[in-house]
């Protein structure tokens, strides 16, 4: 295939070639955020996992690494986790601290296993007993994510198993004890559950109001087709997590159709919660047109908790470290369907927007517009839903469901809709209002197709603010 440079991002993570999926074993340590993932190294197919490895001091700029962990005679390396072993419990590290990671083994079944390195995750020791967890006779079981915690002075590994979510508890991290498990008859179960995570965060900012928050993502069924995350908010005392809402209830992370296998950083000094997703749908993964490479990350974002007009629902932004890759800017306010309306350029944009309701019963951006293509990026002011359309996008004949319209619901706060937005060659990521309503999508914009243009249909929208940023090559 013809390489394709004019969709490789230039500030999403791309692996420099191969095939890519899953974020694994994030983790921080001494100055650097380590990125693991899911990766073919020697193809660009969904092939011979292993996990490859790149870092960054920002979480913008990422420098790849040779790949950390190769399939063995366990089996290939499927999705997991990582964390720093701070007083060395494991003993693997001769009282000082160091990584350890939790993979699958995926042969001829799928049981966890650990590995450890003691030098900033340059090279990595396999556990020579491993499997740690070995399996209990599932077919799935995998995806192992371990996380400390504190007032039980244990370590919690939860594992994803079909239709549930097993947790274990260990004290040095090599023996491990089931706890409980969830999921059976909760949420959204349109395929297997896989990847989860789980953590605690306040409620507005208010640390004497905390949830737990655990993350499932789901093979298929998801609100855009295929693959998707789901949340829960609830109570975790150490050993079991409680559900806070009905157990029908399903809630989404983002209602466009790529952001997948979410994970956050372990040991972060960020001071709030930072994750990334695998910016693809296994719907269409392994057809995705881009070359040498296959697979992108999404931005790190932050991820909060915030109360709205229904209930207490995850938030996230952009971390504030891509303000330093913005470049020049351009800005405008006016009348959108009255005025005349300038025209943006550029691929790699950081559109920061507020409109005020007017006439108009939607209105955005069409965004990597040129000649006969467009990704429209809106809000519908009766449905009260903001709404990526890439039915025009370029390439859509990607697979079949590929070219559609993703929504989510979002509140005008009073009569002001904002609106962030983040274009990067291939990719658009909408964050509405507070950061409740989020959408992502990938797009494969044909050449030229490279402006961004105010729109408003069926009357007027007050654009009362508009920033457009470039974002610089590192
Ligand atoms: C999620 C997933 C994981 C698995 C990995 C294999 O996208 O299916 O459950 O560990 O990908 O690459």
Redesign the pocket.
Known sequence: AANTPQWRPDVHFTPHRNWM??PNGLVYFRGEYHLFF?HNPEGIE?AN?SWGHAVSTDLTNWQELPVALEPDELG?I???SAVVDHDDTSGFFGGHAGLVAFY?S?GETQQQSIAHSSDNGRTWTKYAGNPVIANPGLEDF??PKVIRHEPTGRWVMMV?AGDRIVFYGSRDLVHWDQLSEFGVGHGAHGG?W??PDLFELPVDGDPKRRRWVLIV?T?SGGPAGG?AAQYFLGDFDGTTFTNDNPAEEVRWVDKGADF??PQSWSNSPHGSRVWLG?MSN?NYAKQVPTHPWRGAMTMPREVGLTESGTGVRLSQRPVDELRRRRGRVRRWSGVVGRDEVPEFSGSVLDVVAEFRLDTADSFGFDAFAGRDQHTRIGYDVRAGELFVDRTESGRVRVAEGFPARHAVALEPEGTTVRLRILLDRCSVEVFGGAGSAVLTDLVFPEEEGDRLRPFATGGSAHLTSLEVFDLDRP
């Open positions: 999926n899953d899911q969904h996992l290939e499927f999705s997991g699958t995926a995998r995806d994803a297997v896989e990847c993502s093979g693959s997948y296998a695998w296994w």
